[in-house]
């Protein structure tokens, strides 16, 4: 293991190990909040109004939180969270990004003594957080597509039964199950609070930017502007809608063989590579004592990155 690569895993455990011992209890944390919240009743004396603004921690930590909230990719990250309803800070993903990073060299640098390929587990284990994050939006994604036709149709109802559009959006959050329904009363106070109309309807598109969700918005902007039948209008908008869920449903299905099959041909190498040093402990030594296996190890890397992006490009279907 070379110095560098000590240095930098030495330079992860002591930040996690600060990271961990550094962050309040629960009990310190319960405690804080009771404190807060009677120096919010205090300072408000007599005034009886509620607090309508909403506190957003980045991590628990302050000197961290405040460098956070200072980062782009962390408030793109923090928008990420909440969109796969995690209940994670930023702060404790990076904790939890670092800590695996951390396993992953350690025994990336034991096993693969080859310069920079030793931190290759470690970079692997330590997306497996931004991957689960990854996957929890994305299945989020889906459960709000495969809601909002019903909540067009609930919305043209209401509509037709004489409420005006800000009250069939409560209705919506009222009937429809998570995720669909709890943005649309989110959207709801927003009006209520004040905000226009598009202002609300844009955020609702920020927290959930699906194409689908972009095409409702578009029409009842373009309505509200323009004026007509506003109920046919999302008649019609839901047919729009069902057939496009229809037709992704279907891309996966015919999609999915390939896709198993890019999964299986990436994984089968290292897979092999793991077995055949448990069950041969120095077969694969050639591959990183001799400057031959050192190139076969960097070109099969980089063939894999190389066919990873050909299968890719070969199930994406464009519609």
Not at 35 to 52: F, K, N, T
Not at 177 to 192: H, R, S, T, Y
Not at 303 to 313: D, N, P, Y
Request: proline share 5%; charged share 20%.
């Amino acid at each position: 293991m070379s110095i560098v690569s000590m240095f930098l895993i030495l330079l992860v455990a002591a930040f996690a190990t600060i990271a961990y011992f550094t962050e309040p209890s629960e009990a310190e944390k319960r405690t804080q909040e009771r404190l807060s919240g009677l120096s919010r009743s205090i300072s408000m004396g007599d005034d009886d109004q509620a607090e309508i603004v909403k506190h957003v921690t980045f991590s628990r930590i302050s000197w961290l939180d405040r460098i956070l909230r200072q980062n782009r990719s962390a408030l793109r990250l923090h928008l990420w969270l909440e969109q796969a309803k995690l209940p994670w800070t930023v702060g404790r993903f990076f904790f939890y990004s670092a800590c695996l990073m951390l396993v992953g060299a350690l025994v990336g640098n034991w096993w693969i003594p080859v310069g920079w390929v030793g931190w290759i587990p470690g970079l692997v284990l330590g997306l497996v957080p931004l991957a689960w994050v990854a996957y929890n939006r994305a299945k989020r994604f889906r459960q709000f597509n495969g809601l909002l036709p019903d909540a067009v149709d609930l919305i043209a109802r209401a509509l037709r039964a004489g409420q005006s559009l800000p009250s069939a959006l409560v209705t919506v959050a009222e009937e429809m199950p998570d995720p669909l329904g709890p943005e649309f009363q989110v959207c709801a106070d927003e009006m209520n609070y004040g905000l226009p109309f598009r202002e609300a309807m844009n955020n609702l598109l920020r927290r959930y930017p699906v194409r689908e969700l972009h095409f409702l918005i578009s029409a009842m902007l373009v309505q509200r502007e323009t004026g007509g039948n506003l109920p046919e209008l999302l008649d019609k908008t839901a047919g729009v809608l069902r057939s496009r869920i229809t037709l992704q449903q279907k891309v996966r299905v015919y999609t999915a063989q390939g896709r198993m099959t890019g999964g299986i041909l990436l994984a089968l190498p290292f897979l092999a590579f793991v077995l055949t040093n448990l069950l041969r402990p120095g077969y694969c030594a050639p591959l990183f004592e001799t400057e031959i296996g050192h190139k076969l190890v960097y070109g099969t890397l980089t063939s894999m990155a190389i066919g990873t992006l050909v299968v890719r490009r070969i199930i994406e279907v464009r519609y």
